[in-house]
């Protein structure tokens, strides 16, 4: 048997995601009725997480840390050519707020970041992903576990300064904070060719 949807039945369901679908504000995340829609996206880094965890063991976290900057440093260049002003130059504030709105839409959580002198602060009341996804099994890591994330920031925010960025996961809802905090520092100039 073979099922191949029409793009009347597509359209059928997406009018049902329309009609359905909320943001819960505090959460950060998108959903269906009371079903977070974009959770699979928790869970997939959260088995990621312990199955690479399995394989590599400690060496876990430098390894999602270095998948997540890629993604980080495309989506900023992605986003530069909406909230580049005529003069050329980019619109952080701008951009800063469409990104965290972004983040909580796509479920990765309601973040805020924070620029203090000369580090860079990303908090998430109610957790980043694999940090949620611990929490709602009411399980405990005994090291941070957002590297992916982590990686993400890093990657974003040293396209956007045209320097190189290095976190730090400061609390961790996975290790028993009640919430989740990276903190970020300069450490030169970006090499362009990475």
């Known amino acids: 048997m073979r099922i191949e949807p029409s793009e009347k039945d597509i359209e059928k369901v997406y009018q049902i995601y329309l009609k359905q679908s909320k943001i819960d504000f505090n959460k950060g995340q998108l959903k269906l009725g009371d079903l977070p829609i974009i959770w699979a996206r928790a ?6 997480y312990l199955e690479l965890r399995k394989l590599v063991g400690d ?8 998948m997540g ?8 260049k992605t986003l530069k050519k909406a909230f580049t002003a005529t003069d050329g130059k980019v619109d952080q504030e701008a951009i800063l707020s469409f990104f965290c709105a972004e983040n909580a839409v ?3 959580g309601r973040i805020s970041v924070e620029n203090d002198k000369d580090r860079w602060i990303v908090r998430c009341n109610k957790g980043f992903p694999v940090a949620q996804a611990f929490h ?15 990686g993400y920031f890093e990657g974003f925010l040293s396209e956007m300064t045209g320097s190189s960025f290095r976190g730090r996961e400061e ?21 362009q060719n990475k």
Not at 59 to 66: E, G
Not at 69 to 76: E, H, M, Q, S, T
Not at 176 to 188: E, H, P, Q, S
Request: proline share 5%; glycine share 8%; charged share 25%.
């Open 43 to 48: 869970e997939l880094m959260y088995d990621m």
């Open 171 to 191: 609390k961790c809802m996975a290790l028993g904070d009640d919430n989740c905090v990276m903190i970020f520092k300069g450490i030169g100039k970006k090499n």
């Open 59 to 66: 060496s876990v976290n430098p390894l999602m840390r270095k």
């Open 106 to 108: 796509i479920g990765w």
């Open 69 to 76: 900057r890629p993604y980080g440093r495309n989506l900023f």
């Open 136 to 150: 709602a099994r009411s399980m405990f890591a005994t090291d941070p576990v957002d590297a992916y994330f982590l």
